[in-house]
Protein backbone atom coordinates (compact mmCIF):
# COMPACT_ATOMS: atom_id res chain seq x y z
CA UNK A 1 0.00 0.00 0.00
CA UNK A 2 1.50 3.44 -1.06
CA UNK A 3 2.30 5.46 1.83
CA UNK A 4 -0.82 8.14 2.14
CA UNK A 5 -0.27 11.89 1.99
CA UNK A 6 -1.88 14.69 4.16
CA UNK A 7 -2.36 18.27 4.27
CA UNK A 8 -3.72 20.78 7.33
CA UNK A 9 -6.42 23.09 7.09
CA UNK A 10 -7.51 25.23 9.57
CA UNK A 11 -5.62 25.26 12.79
CA UNK A 12 -8.45 27.12 14.75
CA UNK A 13 -9.27 24.04 17.30
CA UNK A 14 -7.17 21.71 19.06
CA UNK A 15 -8.61 18.88 18.17
CA UNK A 16 -6.70 19.25 15.42
CA UNK A 17 -3.28 17.76 16.93
CA UNK A 18 -5.04 14.41 17.70
CA UNK A 19 -6.57 14.21 14.14
CA UNK A 20 -2.60 14.84 12.70
CA UNK A 21 -1.31 12.50 15.08
CA UNK A 22 -3.79 10.11 14.59
CA UNK A 23 -2.91 9.99 10.93
CA UNK A 24 0.98 10.11 11.73
CA UNK A 25 0.80 6.93 13.45
CA UNK A 26 -1.18 5.37 11.25
CA UNK A 27 1.82 6.17 8.44
CA UNK A 28 0.70 9.06 6.80
CA UNK A 29 2.94 12.02 5.96
CA UNK A 30 1.85 15.84 6.25
CA UNK A 31 3.02 17.92 3.40
CA UNK A 32 1.82 20.89 5.09
CA UNK A 33 -0.66 23.25 6.45
CA UNK A 34 -2.07 26.34 6.76
CA UNK A 35 -4.54 28.97 8.53
CA UNK A 36 -6.14 31.99 8.88
CA UNK A 37 -4.01 34.61 10.68
CA UNK A 38 -2.85 33.39 13.93
CA UNK A 39 -5.33 31.42 16.18
CA UNK A 40 -4.64 30.28 19.76
CA UNK A 41 -4.04 26.52 18.96
CA UNK A 42 -0.91 27.64 16.82
CA UNK A 43 1.47 27.65 19.11
CA UNK A 44 0.60 24.40 20.41
CA UNK A 45 0.28 22.61 16.58
CA UNK A 46 4.32 24.56 15.89
CA UNK A 47 5.49 22.51 19.20
CA UNK A 48 3.67 19.04 18.50
CA UNK A 49 4.58 19.18 14.42
CA UNK A 50 7.92 20.69 14.44
CA UNK A 51 8.68 19.77 11.00
CA UNK A 52 5.70 20.17 8.90
CA UNK A 53 5.62 23.25 6.66
CA UNK A 54 3.44 26.12 6.73
CA UNK A 55 1.98 27.71 3.36
CA UNK A 56 1.03 30.68 2.38
CA UNK A 57 -1.82 29.54 0.65
CA UNK A 58 -4.21 26.82 0.92
CA UNK A 59 -4.38 26.28 -2.73
CA UNK A 60 -1.00 24.92 -2.29
CA UNK A 61 -2.00 21.75 -0.33
CA UNK A 62 -5.41 21.76 -2.16
CA UNK A 63 -3.31 21.87 -5.93
CA UNK A 64 -1.11 19.10 -4.89
CA UNK A 65 -1.30 15.80 -6.77
CA UNK A 66 0.49 13.90 -4.40
CA UNK A 67 -1.82 14.96 -1.03
CA UNK A 68 -4.74 12.50 -0.64
CA UNK A 69 -6.35 13.86 2.48
CA UNK A 70 -7.00 17.35 3.84
CA UNK A 71 -7.50 17.50 7.86
CA UNK A 72 -9.69 20.51 8.53
CA UNK A 73 -10.46 22.05 12.42
CA UNK A 74 -11.59 25.75 11.09
CA UNK A 75 -13.81 27.74 12.56
CA UNK A 76 -17.06 25.43 12.47
CA UNK A 77 -19.12 27.91 10.60
CA UNK A 78 -16.17 27.73 7.73
CA UNK A 79 -15.92 23.63 7.97
CA UNK A 80 -18.61 22.77 5.25
CA UNK A 81 -16.99 25.78 2.75
CA UNK A 82 -13.40 24.12 3.71
CA UNK A 83 -14.71 20.75 2.99
CA UNK A 84 -16.80 21.76 -0.20
CA UNK A 85 -13.49 23.28 -1.60
CA UNK A 86 -11.25 19.98 -0.77
CA UNK A 87 -13.36 17.84 -2.43
CA UNK A 88 -14.16 19.53 -5.19
CA UNK A 89 -10.15 19.56 -5.03
CA UNK A 90 -9.96 15.79 -5.69
CA UNK A 91 -9.33 15.38 -1.79
CA UNK A 92 -10.98 13.35 0.73
CA UNK A 93 -11.49 15.18 4.41
CA UNK A 94 -11.46 14.65 7.64
CA UNK A 95 -12.93 17.40 9.56
CA UNK A 96 -13.18 17.90 13.16
CA UNK A 97 -16.80 18.06 14.44
CA UNK A 98 -18.76 19.60 14.32
CA UNK A 99 -19.04 19.15 10.29
CA UNK A 100 -20.85 21.68 9.35
CA UNK A 101 -22.91 24.50 11.46
CA UNK A 102 -26.40 24.45 8.97
CA UNK A 103 -28.67 22.00 7.70
CA UNK A 104 -27.96 23.98 4.44
CA UNK A 105 -24.13 23.51 4.54
CA UNK A 106 -25.24 19.75 5.28
CA UNK A 107 -27.12 19.45 1.78
CA UNK A 108 -24.16 21.29 -0.06
CA UNK A 109 -21.64 18.61 1.57
CA UNK A 110 -24.24 16.05 0.86
CA UNK A 111 -24.87 17.25 -2.63
CA UNK A 112 -20.88 17.41 -3.17
CA UNK A 113 -19.87 14.07 -1.92
CA UNK A 114 -22.43 12.11 -3.88
CA UNK A 115 -20.77 14.55 -7.10
CA UNK A 116 -17.25 14.41 -6.33
CA UNK A 117 -17.17 10.26 -5.07
CA UNK A 118 -14.93 11.74 -2.05
CA UNK A 119 -14.94 10.74 1.63
CA UNK A 120 -16.15 13.28 4.46
CA UNK A 121 -15.20 12.03 7.61
CA UNK A 122 -15.53 13.62 11.17
CA UNK A 123 -13.37 12.48 13.61
CA UNK A 124 -15.71 11.84 16.72
CA UNK A 125 -12.59 12.25 19.04
CA UNK A 126 -15.19 10.88 22.15
CA UNK A 127 -15.12 8.05 20.00
CA UNK A 128 -12.78 7.28 17.66
CA UNK A 129 -9.44 8.66 20.07
CA UNK A 130 -10.71 6.91 23.44
CA UNK A 131 -9.87 3.19 23.89
CA UNK A 132 -12.37 2.63 26.69
CA UNK A 133 -15.25 3.11 23.72
CA UNK A 134 -13.01 0.38 21.72
CA UNK A 135 -13.23 -2.09 24.56
CA UNK A 136 -17.19 -1.16 24.88
CA UNK A 137 -17.54 -2.15 21.77
CA UNK A 138 -15.67 -5.33 21.88
CA UNK A 139 -17.90 -6.38 24.63
CA UNK A 140 -21.53 -5.51 22.32
CA UNK A 141 -19.78 -7.10 19.83
CA UNK A 142 -19.45 -10.42 21.57
CA UNK A 143 -23.02 -10.15 23.41
CA UNK A 144 -22.06 -9.54 26.62
CA UNK A 145 -24.81 -7.17 27.17
CA UNK A 146 -27.50 -8.44 24.70
CA UNK A 147 -29.05 -6.16 23.05
CA UNK A 148 -28.28 -2.76 23.67
CA UNK A 149 -31.88 -0.70 24.18
CA UNK A 150 -30.31 2.97 25.42
CA UNK A 151 -26.88 4.79 25.48
CA UNK A 152 -26.73 7.77 28.30
CA UNK A 153 -23.89 9.99 27.30
CA UNK A 154 -22.39 12.93 29.27
CA UNK A 155 -20.21 15.06 27.49
CA UNK A 156 -19.24 17.99 30.64
CA UNK A 157 -16.97 20.03 29.44
CA UNK A 158 -14.48 23.19 31.20
CA UNK A 159 -14.97 26.32 30.00
CA UNK A 160 -11.33 27.77 29.97
CA UNK A 161 -12.59 31.01 29.20
CA UNK A 162 -8.99 32.53 28.90
CA UNK A 163 -7.91 29.86 26.22
CA UNK A 164 -11.30 30.89 24.34
CA UNK A 165 -11.53 32.64 20.97
CA UNK A 166 -14.47 35.13 20.28
CA UNK A 167 -15.50 33.01 17.79
CA UNK A 168 -16.59 30.31 20.81
CA UNK A 169 -19.32 33.11 22.15
CA UNK A 170 -20.90 33.50 19.19
CA UNK A 171 -24.02 30.82 18.39
CA UNK A 172 -23.76 31.28 14.36
CA UNK A 173 -19.72 30.65 14.68
CA UNK A 174 -19.70 27.41 16.60
CA UNK A 175 -23.32 26.22 16.05
CA UNK A 176 -24.61 26.00 19.72
CA UNK A 177 -23.97 23.90 22.06
CA UNK A 178 -25.85 20.40 20.73
CA UNK A 179 -24.27 21.04 17.25
CA UNK A 180 -20.88 21.14 18.58
CA UNK A 181 -20.37 18.47 21.90
CA UNK A 182 -23.79 16.54 21.57
CA UNK A 183 -22.58 15.27 18.10
CA UNK A 184 -20.20 12.83 19.96
CA UNK A 185 -22.94 11.54 22.20
CA UNK A 186 -25.54 11.11 19.08
CA UNK A 187 -22.66 9.32 17.03
CA UNK A 188 -22.30 6.76 20.02
CA UNK A 189 -26.54 6.40 20.36
CA UNK A 190 -26.59 5.16 16.54
CA UNK A 191 -23.64 3.44 16.86
CA UNK A 192 -23.99 1.35 19.72
CA UNK A 193 -27.82 0.81 19.08
CA UNK A 194 -26.99 0.01 15.98
CA UNK A 195 -29.31 2.51 14.47
CA UNK A 196 -29.21 4.42 11.25
CA UNK A 197 -31.83 6.93 11.93
CA UNK A 198 -33.76 8.53 14.75
CA UNK A 199 -36.03 10.78 15.96
CA UNK A 200 -35.76 13.79 18.27
CA UNK A 201 -38.38 13.80 21.10
CA UNK A 202 -36.95 16.60 22.76
CA UNK A 203 -34.02 18.88 23.32
CA UNK A 204 -32.96 22.07 24.88
CA UNK A 205 -30.46 24.22 25.22
CA UNK A 206 -29.89 26.99 27.94
CA UNK A 207 -27.10 29.18 29.74
CA UNK A 208 -27.17 29.24 33.39
CA UNK A 209 -24.20 30.13 33.95
CA UNK A 210 -22.74 33.11 31.70
CA UNK A 211 -25.43 36.08 31.69
CA UNK A 212 -22.78 37.99 30.15
CA UNK A 213 -22.23 35.91 27.37
CA UNK A 214 -25.45 35.67 25.70
CA UNK A 215 -24.26 33.84 22.92
CA UNK A 216 -22.84 30.96 24.60
CA UNK A 217 -25.19 28.27 25.29
CA UNK A 218 -23.55 26.32 28.61
CA UNK A 219 -26.29 23.35 28.90
CA UNK A 220 -27.87 21.23 26.71
CA UNK A 221 -29.90 18.19 26.37
CA UNK A 222 -31.72 15.53 23.80
CA UNK A 223 -33.81 12.82 24.47
CA UNK A 224 -33.75 10.56 21.15
CA UNK A 225 -35.38 7.03 20.15
CA UNK A 226 -35.28 4.69 17.56
CA UNK A 227 -36.53 1.42 16.22
CA UNK A 228 -33.52 0.01 18.19
CA UNK A 229 -33.85 1.91 21.28
CA UNK A 230 -33.47 5.62 22.92
CA UNK A 231 -30.67 7.87 23.92
CA UNK A 232 -30.64 10.66 26.52
CA UNK A 233 -27.94 12.95 26.10
CA UNK A 234 -26.42 15.83 28.25
CA UNK A 235 -23.91 18.19 27.62
CA UNK A 236 -22.22 21.44 29.46
CA UNK A 237 -19.95 23.39 30.45
CA UNK A 238 -19.45 23.38 33.56
CA UNK A 239 -16.49 21.51 34.96
CA UNK A 240 -15.21 22.57 37.79
CA UNK A 241 -11.82 23.37 38.11
CA UNK A 242 -10.76 21.21 40.71
CA UNK A 243 -11.11 17.85 38.44
CA UNK A 244 -7.90 16.79 37.28
CA UNK A 245 -9.40 16.55 33.71
CA UNK A 246 -11.49 18.59 31.19
CA UNK A 247 -14.44 16.76 31.85
CA UNK A 248 -15.97 13.38 33.67
CA UNK A 249 -17.14 12.33 30.53
CA UNK A 250 -19.51 9.03 30.70
CA UNK A 251 -20.92 6.83 28.69
CA UNK A 252 -23.53 4.08 29.98
CA UNK A 253 -24.69 1.34 27.61
CA UNK A 254 -27.39 -0.57 28.81
CA UNK A 255 -28.26 -3.92 27.56
CA UNK A 256 -31.36 -6.15 27.84
CA UNK A 257 -28.82 -9.14 29.59
CA UNK A 258 -26.36 -6.28 30.96
CA UNK A 259 -24.64 -2.83 31.55
CA UNK A 260 -21.33 -1.31 30.52
CA UNK A 261 -20.06 1.92 32.00
CA UNK A 262 -17.50 3.96 30.63
CA UNK A 263 -15.83 6.69 32.47
CA UNK A 264 -13.63 7.71 29.69
CA UNK A 265 -11.25 10.60 30.89
CA UNK A 266 -11.11 10.62 35.02
CA UNK A 267 -12.81 8.00 37.84
CA UNK A 268 -14.00 10.03 40.71
CA UNK A 269 -13.79 6.62 42.51
CA UNK A 270 -10.06 7.32 42.98
CA UNK A 271 -8.42 4.98 40.12
CA UNK A 272 -5.77 5.97 38.36
CA UNK A 273 -5.66 7.32 35.02
CA UNK A 274 -8.15 6.84 31.91
CA UNK A 275 -10.76 4.87 30.25
CA UNK A 276 -12.15 2.81 32.71
CA UNK A 277 -15.16 0.05 31.34
CA UNK A 278 -16.93 -1.12 34.32
CA UNK A 279 -19.24 -4.68 33.33
CA UNK A 280 -22.20 -5.99 35.01
CA UNK A 281 -24.03 -9.22 33.36
CA UNK A 282 -25.17 -12.22 34.60
CA UNK A 283 -22.14 -13.97 35.53
CA UNK A 284 -19.74 -11.08 35.66
CA UNK A 285 -18.76 -7.84 37.46
CA UNK A 286 -16.21 -6.69 35.65
CA UNK A 287 -13.76 -4.03 35.35
CA UNK A 288 -11.09 -3.29 32.48
CA UNK A 289 -7.92 -0.99 32.12
CA UNK A 290 -9.11 -0.02 28.26
CA UNK A 291 -5.99 2.25 27.92
CA UNK A 292 -3.78 -0.13 26.33
CA UNK A 293 -7.04 -0.76 23.69
CA UNK A 294 -5.77 -0.11 20.28
CA UNK A 295 -7.74 2.53 18.35
CA UNK A 296 -8.30 1.82 14.69
CA UNK A 297 -10.32 5.17 12.89
CA UNK A 298 -7.05 6.40 11.62
CA UNK A 299 -6.14 3.42 10.00
CA UNK A 300 -9.15 1.98 8.21
CA UNK A 301 -9.51 6.05 7.09
CA UNK A 302 -6.23 5.89 5.52
CA UNK A 303 -7.24 2.11 4.21
CA UNK A 304 -10.60 3.60 2.91
CA UNK A 305 -8.65 6.26 1.41
CA UNK A 306 -7.09 4.07 -0.73
CA UNK A 307 -9.30 1.38 -1.32
CA UNK A 308 -12.34 3.66 -1.02
CA UNK A 309 -14.07 1.84 1.23
CA UNK A 310 -16.36 2.65 4.03
CA UNK A 311 -14.19 1.07 7.12
CA UNK A 312 -13.61 3.35 9.37
CA UNK A 313 -17.18 4.58 9.28
CA UNK A 314 -19.82 4.82 6.99
CA UNK A 315 -20.73 7.87 4.88
CA UNK A 316 -24.39 7.36 5.85
CA UNK A 317 -23.79 7.03 9.36
CA UNK A 318 -21.72 10.54 9.36
CA UNK A 319 -23.96 12.68 7.60
CA UNK A 320 -26.92 11.22 9.51
CA UNK A 321 -25.35 12.01 13.20
CA UNK A 322 -24.99 15.91 11.70
CA UNK A 323 -28.00 16.00 10.45
CA UNK A 324 -29.58 14.85 13.73
CA UNK A 325 -27.52 17.23 16.05
CA UNK A 326 -28.43 20.31 13.75
CA UNK A 327 -32.12 19.31 14.06
CA UNK A 328 -31.53 18.70 17.45
CA UNK A 329 -30.36 21.97 17.92
CA UNK A 330 -32.35 23.83 15.48
CA UNK A 331 -35.51 22.81 18.12
CA UNK A 332 -34.41 22.55 21.06
CA UNK A 333 -36.20 24.58 23.76
CA UNK A 334 -34.72 27.65 24.92
CA UNK A 335 -34.17 27.62 28.78
CA UNK A 336 -32.39 29.45 31.44
CA UNK A 337 -31.51 33.13 30.47
CA UNK A 338 -32.04 32.29 26.93
CA UNK A 339 -35.46 31.67 27.46
CA UNK A 340 -37.51 34.25 25.12
CA UNK A 341 -34.63 34.48 22.61
Partial sequence: MAQLSVGVIGVDHRHIYGQLQGMLDAGATCKGWWTDGEPQPVAGFLKRFPHVPRVADRRALLDDPEIDLILIADIPARRAERAIEAMQAGKDVMTDK??????????????????????WSIDFSERFEVPAVQ??????AEGAVGQVVQTVGLGPHRLNRHLRPDWFFVEDQYGGIICDIASHQIDQFLFFTGSDDAQIVASAVGNFANPDDPGLQDFGEILLRSDKGTGYIRVDWYTPDALPSWGDGRLVILGTEGTIELRKYVDLCGREGTDHVYLVNGERCEYFDASGERLTYFERLAADVQNRTETAMTQTHCLKVMELALKAQ??????????GT
Fill in 135 to 140: KAAELV
Fill in 330 to 339: AQAARIGKLK
Fill in 98 to 119: PGCTTLDQLEAIRRTVAETGRI
